[in-house]
């Protein structure tokens, strides 16, 4: 049988609820919610549960909800609103018996590799993209890196904006981008941060989207020499802090491992 055809259950025995949620509640500042999201984001989950006073889930957070309201507030004041003005509603709910693809066409078509589970202590646990690294990981089968879905590398240059980076971040749905000709990065992480750490939230900056972004101190993808089978690069990305590799000339993210758990090759399960 298909890895996708498997219950989240069978597929996570040990870790399905492993992974609280970092919550907020919905009376909290941007700036608060971004200081719990600079940590988190890609290291642990991808986004954050905005909550009531009774702990009920009332939408959630992540990098690209702050980065898409930067565009149109690069100001101070945006991070002093109340994260409720910058959260979405949609909420992806699942449970141990919804099925590896299920979870993985929701995200395809919400955007952003995030559901909530109940968990056995009264709250929820999170799902992520990074999460299903363990299903990858664990996975017996023979399909290699050069046979996921060929995509090309969306690159920068030099000389890019903050403002031409969020907007290639969003056109092509992506949240991170490579230098072109290196394999150095850009992500919506590394951007969040710089606002929070060195621009304290924009108190001071009235041009933060004009500022070139090669000074904000870029990450490194391991780079991938080998055409390695998807459970070992599984393997790999789910011991790396922020996950990103690149093999010869295309770039993987935990998304890609989660499309490749899609496919007709992903037959058997350890």
């Not at 719990?36 to 992540?62: H, R």
């Not at 930067?70 to 992806?92: G, H, R, W, Y």
Request: aromatic share 6%; glycine share 4%.
């Amino acid at each position: 049988m298909k890895i996708s055809e498997f219950a989240l259950r069978d597929l996570l025995p040990l870790s399905l609820m492993n992974t609280p949620c970092v919550s907020v509640q919905k009376d909290s500042k941007v700036q608060e919610a971004i200081s719990l999201l600079i940590p988190y984001l890609e290291s642990m989950t991808d986004s954050l549960i905005v909550t009531n006073g009774d702990n009920k889930p009332l939408g959630i957070v992540g990098g690209k909800d702050i980065i898409e309201r930067i565009l149109s507030n690069p100001s101070f004041n945006l991070f002093e609103s109340k994260i409720e003005s910058v959260m979405s509603t949609q909420i992806t709910r699942v449970s141990g018996t919804t099925k590896l693809k299920d979870v993985v066409e929701e995200w395809k078509k919400t955007g952003r590799a995030f559901s909530i589970i109940p968990n056995l202590i009264g709250g929820y646990s999170a799902i992520s993209a990074r999460k299903l690294l363990e299903v990858g990981k664990s996975s017996m089968t023979e399909m290699a890196i050069s046979e996921l879905p060929k995509k090309k590398p969306i690159t920068f240059k030099v000389g890019a904006t903050v403002n031409s980076i969020i907007n290639m971040m969003l056109k092509h749905k992506t949240r991170k981008l490579l230098l072109e000709n290196s394999n150095q990065f850009i992500s919506d992480r590394i951007i969040i941060e710089k606002i929070a750490t060195d621009f304290n939230y924009l108190k001071n900056t009235n041009n933060f989207l004009d500022l070139p972004v090669i000074d904000f101190g870029l990450e490194y993808a391991k780079i991938i020499t080998k055409d390695l089978k998807v459970n070992e690069i599984s393997s790999i990305m789910s011991g790396m802090m922020h996950p990103y590799v690149v093999f010869r000339d295309q770039a993987i993210s935990p998304w890609d491992i989660c499309l490749a758990l899609l496919s007709e090759k992903m037959q058997e399960y350890a």
